[in-house]
């Protein structure tokens, strides 16, 4: 389970319940061959379960009348791109480059709509 509320993430899994701050969200990848879902934040990362779009979904209508910073941007991935610090050609695509050393992949369908985005 997981929704969004007061510019927080909140979710839980077996072992924990988070409320990790929307600003301090990298980016939810799709674990291959499961049902689940990993969160990697400043602090750490945890995985929970959800389906990838039902996430975007929520990050999409969090109500607050701001444009979302979350796009999604392979098949497996969604990107805060407020905290995107670099973009790497890799092949037809991008590696998205975190602050922290973390990075996540674009594909090349997605690869326009993370070139232009704008605050």
């Not at 072992?15 to 929307?22: G, H, M, V």
Request: contains cysteine.
């Amino acid at each position: 389970m997981s929704y969004l509320e007061n510019g927080y993430f909140h979710t839980e899994n077996r072992k924990e319940i988070l409320r990790i701050a929307i600003k301090d969200i990298y980016y939810f990848e799709k674990i291959k061959g499961t049902h689940s879902i990993c969160v990697v934040f400043a602090n750490g990362l945890s995985t929970f379960r959800s389906d990838l779009q039902d996430v975007l979904e929520q990050l999409r209508n969090n109500g607050d009348g701001k444009t979302s910073s979350f796009l999604q941007c392979h098949r497996a991935y969604i990107a805060n791109m407020a905290n995107v610090k670099k973009l790497e050609k890799y092949q037809n695509g991008y590696i998205l480059h975190f602050d922290n050393g973390q990075k996540c992949y674009c594909s090349v369908f997605y690869k326009k709509a993370v070139a232009n985005w704008k605050p």
